[in-house]
């Protein structure tokens, strides 16, 4: 499915870990899930188009890689929500490719707000793929985060638009399952400034909303995930 092209060279060397490689892979106008099937052997269910790039330079034995994937009309193939998503990712890594392995792997994912998330992994054999990895953001905004979890949910409304940002310290230990991640979550959310009657107090502007955060401690297992919220002051009162 989709449109694949190579180009590049190889030269010749007297050992195959410093042959001179300059390559270029892409994979346009995939179909998601046909694209999920050839490449992991099953539909993982999702839907969309994927457009990829890979480059790969130097010597077999210690190559730069660079990746980049993009994903238009991103959903889940049980339902279709109000509005998927366009989201991309990329990758840079050094390669031992007679050894299937890489090394130092690190990942962003651009978001809607001032950062991306970053994600690294410090090798990977490519035979037993699962890794020890970090996930890392922050001022993350709470409307991306939202509209990731609409994708899995048609109970969430697409209106209205939820305000706050989310910081997220997130740590997947290797020979897990993909989904355990283990770390720190902290919800930053505004908060209106209230009169002594109850009544909301008009602001100017959004500089002068106060905030409140809330920090929680996630642990994750085969059962699933939980969520343990560290003790956090409130402001119950005007």
């Given at each position: 499915p989709?449109i694949?092209r190579?180009?590049?060279?190889?030269q010749?060397?007297?050992?195959?870990q410093d042959?001179?490689?300059?390559l270029?892979?892409?994979?346009?106008?995939?179909?998601?899930?046909e694209a999920?099937?050839l490449?992991?052997?099953s539909?993982r269910?999702?839907?969309?188009?994927?457009h990829?790039d890979v480059w790969?330079?130097?010597?077999l034995?210690?190559?730069?890689?660079?990746?980049k994937?993009?994903?238009v009309?991103?959903?889940?193939?049980d339902?279709v929500?109000?509005?998927?998503?366009?989201e991309?990712?990329?990758c840079?890594?050094s390669?031992?490719?007679p050894g299937?392995?890489?090394?130092?792997i690190?990942?962003?994912?651009p978001?809607?707000?001032?950062?991306a998330?970053?994600?690294?992994v410090?090798?990977m054999?490519?035979?037993?793929p699962r890794a020890q990895a970090?996930?890392?953001?922050?001022k993350?905004?709470?409307?991306?985060?939202?509209?990731?979890?609409r994708l899995?949910?048609?109970?969430?409304?697409?209106?209205?638009?939820?305000q706050?940002?989310?910081?997220?310290?997130?740590v997947?230990?290797?020979q897990t399952?993909?989904t355990?991640?283990?770390g720190t979550?902290?919800?930053?959310?505004p908060?209106?400034?209230?009169?002594a009657?109850g009544?909301i107090?008009p602001?100017?502007?959004d500089?002068?909303?106060p905030s409140q955060?809330?920090?929680?401690?996630?642990?994750?297992t085969?059962?699933?995930w939980?969520?343990t919220?560290n003790?956090?002051p409130?402001?119950?009162?005007?």
């Amino acid at each position: 499915p989709g449109i694949v092209r190579l180009e590049g060279s190889l030269q010749r060397a007297a050992r195959m870990q410093d042959v001179p490689v300059d390559l270029h892979a892409s994979w346009y106008d995939a179909p998601l899930g046909e694209a999920s099937r050839l490449v992991s052997g099953s539909d993982r269910d999702w839907r969309g188009t994927l457009h990829s790039d890979v480059w790969m330079q130097g010597p077999l034995g210690a190559a730069a890689v660079k990746l980049k994937m993009t994903f238009v009309d991103l959903r889940r193939a049980d339902f279709v929500p109000a509005h998927s998503l366009d989201e991309s990712i990329s990758c840079t890594s050094s390669a031992d490719v007679p050894g299937a392995r890489l090394s130092n792997i690190a990942c962003e994912v651009p978001t809607a707000g001032p950062q991306a998330v970053e994600i690294t992994v410090p090798e990977m054999d490519l035979t037993q793929p699962r890794a020890q990895a970090t996930a890392q953001a922050q001022k993350l905004p709470l409307e991306w985060v939202f509209g990731w979890m609409r994708l899995f949910s048609a109970r969430i409304p697409a209106e209205p638009r939820v305000q706050g940002t989310v910081d997220a310290d997130l740590v997947h230990l290797a020979q897990t399952p993909l989904t355990n991640w283990n770390g720190t979550v902290t919800l930053t959310m505004p908060v209106q400034p209230r009169r002594a009657n109850g009544e909301i107090a008009p602001t100017k502007d959004d500089t002068e909303v106060p905030s409140q955060s809330f920090e929680a401690t996630l642990n994750s297992t085969d059962a699933g995930w939980t969520a343990t919220l560290n003790p956090t002051p409130l402001r119950l009162g005007p």
